[in-house]
C-alpha cells in the first residue's frame, strides 16, 4: 500500500462508526455487513502498522482531545 493510499484509508476509516455505535436497531438487517466492513478496514490498517484507536487524533488533530500521557 502507497503512503497516499494509507492516508486514504486513515481519513476514511475516521468518519465509519464505531462498532460500539453500529446496531441492528440503527442499521436495519446491514449491520452485520458493517461491522465487518469496519473490521475489515481495521485489520489492514494494523497490518500496516497503523494503531486504529490513534488514526481519528491523527487525521483530526485540531479537534481531537490532548493526551493525558
Known amino acids: ?3 497516499e493510499e494509507l492516508q486514504a484509508l486513515k481519513i476514511a476509516f475516521s468518519y ?3 462498532r460500539i455505535e ?3 436497531y440503527e442499521y436495519g438487517e446491514r449491520y452485520e455487513k458493517v461491522l465487518a466492513h469496519i473490521d475489515s478496514v481495521r485489520e489492514t490498517l494494523l497490518i500496516n502498522g497503523v494503531d486504529p484507536e490513534e488514526v481519528y487524533g491523527e487525521i483530526h488533530d485540531d479537534i ?3 493526551s493525558t500521557y
Open 64 to 66: 481531537a482531545p490532548n
Open 22 to 24: 453500529v446496531t441492528k
Open 16 to 18: 465509519m462508526p464505531n
Open 1 to 3: 500500500m502507497t503512503p
